[in-house]
């Protein structure tokens, strides 16, 4: 069965240091999300990307996040300097057309310290 | 934008019992609505999804009601398993939109 994957699963960085969060979508997919979960809160939406440019993103996806599909089978995002406040999981998806079903990886917890 | 409410946070049955999971939502132009079930250390997995032309939809053990008219959809787990302890969120999203607006989370649990 096709599935998202991401890595790595546990990411621990000094606060002010850049991260790259990776996401290997589903081969056939159109569409890539990036989400977070802080712990014990709801998964928010950071940013949707499609045709190869950011097709909506949230107000939590400031100028420190980026995304980017380098080889057209990587989707990553990347938090330049990281806060203590981005400590959370972050979850990468992937679906065929915008309303349908969204494949979730298992997520990466990114911990700043 | 959207803004989904989802009820219980917590919910526990006895295992055979059923589980009923609320969620509202704020926009009338959403069309698109997911249960997800995250298991702990895991992503959210998609188990069932309703579309705002349909009034329900069953898969064996589960199935899911909508209402349009009052923007409440709900969850419904009947002969529930221990298996089926797992946080549920519920989702919209509206069908110009690129994002899944998430309800805050039912954590059930199944007593044996």
Redo the contacts between chains.
């Keep these: 069965e096709p599935e ?1 994957t991401q890595t790595p699963s546990h990411q621990v960085t000094q606060m002010g240091q850049e991260v790259i969060l990776r996401c290997v979508p589903i081969s056939n997919h159109l ?1 890539f ?1 990036w ?1 977070r979960q802080i712990l014990g ?5 950071l940013v ?1 990307f ?1 045709n190869n440019e950011i ?2 993103k ?1 107000e939590i996806f400031d100028d420190q996040f980026s995304v980017e599909r380098p080889d057209g089978s990587n989707f990553t995002l990347k938090i330049r300097s990281t806060k203590l406040e981005d400590s959370a999981m972050y ?1 990468c998806a992937s679906s065929v057309i ?10 990466t917890r990114l911990t700043v310290v | 934008g959207e803004n989904v409410e989802q009820h219980p946070s917590t919910l526990s049955v006895q295992e055979g019992d059923s589980a009923v999971i609320k969620c509202t939502y704020s926009d009338s132009a959403s ?2 609505f ?1 249960w ?1 079930k995250q298991e702990l ?6 188990i069932i ?1 309703i ?1 705002s032309n349909v009034g329900e939809k069953k898969d064996q053990r589960i199935a899911v009601t909508l209402n349009k008219t009052a923007k409440h959809f709900s969850l419904h787990i009947t002969e529930t398993q221990p298996e089926d302890s797992a946080v549920y ?1 519920c989702a919209a ?1 509206e ?1 110009t ?9 039912t954590s059930l649990t199944v007593i044996p």
């Design positions: 998202v569409y999300y989400y809160q709801k998964v928010e939406f949707s499609y097709s909506e949230s979850f915008r309303e349908a079903e969204a494949f979730f990886g298992q997520g | 069309n698109y997911p997800y250390g895991k992503g959210p997995q998609l999804d579309r969120f999203i069908n939109g690129n994002q899944f607006y998430f309800g805050t989370g």
